[in-house]
């Protein structure tokens, strides 16, 4: 209970570091995502997430040691190759974009646990450091990890809000914005190192296999909202925070569900959760078309119909 | 188990003869219903439902207290049809596209099924990494008696699987190909364009339910993809495509697991591996074959 209370007041000066970065990572993926998603290549980060697992595995081998920055430079680098190897193969073959995608995600991925599994044959190899990165810990990250988080989400949302016309025009009308002169070309290529820099960001609190929803749902939910790109920004980034908050806070205060010697809850899974839920009820209330919405309507026209037909003369 | 007396190489024991053949059933039993993923451009549907099919598994689990394949078959089942009706309400209230859609559907149930686990997490039986890469190693150890045989589990459960997609494959060959080549002359056939779809759904979800246990969730997605798109990218007929992907789905089980063997590393890490590598390498083989033809062409046509 004063563990409890302690999470809550922030008194703890990591907790506070950590729960802050995770959010403002939120916000930077959910900024990310909402263009990726316009962009119709909302599962291009789910590519990057799970080549960044042997990315890992190939900055341990390299390096030797597991420094934070190391290991997300690694994991950058393989979610740049994985999506090169993506655009080559779309530019040299017909091949179905999407079978292209789902190969890499599962082989990059394969790629990544024969590598962990090589490290831990190693003498003196453990894979505590790689185990994390699957379902994500962030509850107990360093502080000195959760400043390298801020500062890249810093940059992408810094980023995203100066070039925000050119990307919504991007978005919205292609066309158009070659038209003009827009660089289109080189806007897509950066908004696709975006997403890969989210997705590696968000690697140690969500974790490689749920990364990619940071960078789904809270855009998905914040469409139920609105069509507007601003309203659709703000209410996707107050989702993403409000979901690493929640979800990072739960995980660090129940008790773990397999007694002590358990993992505990796992932190990535409970921020996905909890973002599922706001999604949920956005499919349920949002304004016009929401589910719960359009079934109060019909009664309310089912109502005044039948008040109008019984007025009448 | 096999008699050592008729085993090939020396090197392989019985255990590794009764993996490998697991995993070739697998592979073929996915690859062959992944070729119909793969030409009606639904791949990445296999990737959500190799994800949303967890909290179904894991529901079975908790309930039953067992790993029998039916209650997971069940579990599966319902969570298909709830990924089905949260996609569509999503396109719908959201207006968002369809891989968005999806994206978000099968994340939230897969986060879903890691919690649940974790909560079963006393039962040591089922843990959420063995559900990212299977357990091909531990295949073996787990025998059922077939006719005075003892064989894997897995390998009887994966045999009547592919026993069960090539009858389904034979009996609706028709409507399979023309649902996926042409949905509305289909349509306009008289042929039930909504159900085939649906079926076809299903025996995806059967099949990757029965090969999670041996290979995992992220990896089954390599075995129901890459034999179709890599065939796919050397033949343009239907079935050749079909005896090819095959053939792929067999061999790169067979260089995955001795790999791995020859490297002591994951066996189905490896064999997603080998399939991405047999993906780029006909990729660039079939590059350079039609550049090949192309400067050929040219020659022949300049004179002098």
Known sequence: MTELFRLLSLQDASTRVVMLSTACLAIAAALAGSLAMLRRRALVGDAVAHASLPGICLAWFVAGDRSFAMLLLGAFVLGLVSMGMMALVQRLTKAREDATTAIAISGFFGLGIVLSRLIQNQPGGNRAGLDGFLFGKAASAVTSDAWIVLAVAGVVVATILALRKEFGLLCFDREFAAGIGRPVHRLDALLLVLVALVTVAGLPSVGVVLVVALLVIPPAAARCWSASLGTMFAVAAAIGAASAIIGTGLSAVLPPPGGASSGGWPTGPMIVLTAAALLALSLMVAPERGLLTALWRRHRLRASASRSIGSTP | ?304
């Not at chain 2, 096999?2 to 190489?9: E, F, L, T």
């Not at chain 2, 909560?119 to 299977?134: E, I, K, N, S, T």
């Not at chain 2, 079909?242 to 066996?267: D, E, K």
């Open chain 2, 1 to 304: 188990m096999i008699d050592s007396a008729i085993v090939p190489a020396p090197w392989l024991t019985s255990d590794d003869l009764w993996t490998i053949a697991t995993a070739v059933l697998a592979s073929v039993a996915c690859g062959l219903a992944g070729c119909w993923l793969v030409l009606r451009r639904l791949s990445l549907l296999g990737d959500a439902i190799s994800h949303a099919v967890l909290p179904g598994i894991a529901g079975a689990f908790l309930l039953t207290g067992t790993r029998d394949v039916l209650p997971m078959l069940l579990g599966a089942t319902v969570i298909g049809m709830v990924t089905a009706f949260m996609s569509s309400a999503l396109s719908r209230v959201g207006r968002v596209d369809r891989d968005a859609a999806m994206g978000a559907t099968f994340t939230s149930l897969f986060a879903l099924g890691v919690v649940m686990m974790s909560l079963a997490a006393r039962q040591v039986d089922l843990d959420p990494g063995c559900v990212l890469y299977g357990l091909l190693e531990f295949v073996p150890f787990d025998t059922v008696d077939l006719l005075g045989v003892q064989v894997p589990r897995a390998a009887a459960w994966l045999g009547a699987a592919l026993l069960v997609d090539v009858i389904l494959m034979l009996a609706f060959f028709k409507e399979l190909r023309a649902t996926s080549f042409d949905p509305a002359h289909a349509a306009s056939l008289g042929l039930r364009v909504g159900l085939v779809h649906l079926g076809l759904m299903a025996a995806v979800a059967a099949n990757t339910v029965v090969a999670f246990e041996a290979v995992g969730s992220i990896l089954v997605v390599a075995m129901l993809v890459a034999p179709g798109a890599t065939a796919r990218l050397w033949t343009d007929r239907l079935v050749p495509m079909l005896w090819l992907a095959t053939a792929i789905a067999a061999a790169t089980a067979i260089v995955g697991y001795l790999a791995a063997l020859r490297l002591n590393t994951s066996a189905a890490g490896m064999i997603a591996t080998i399939s991405m590598v047999g993906y780029l390498g006909s990729v660039g083989a079939v590059s350079l074959r039609s550049a090949l033809s192309a400067a050929s062409s040219r020659r022949a046509t300049i004179p002098g």
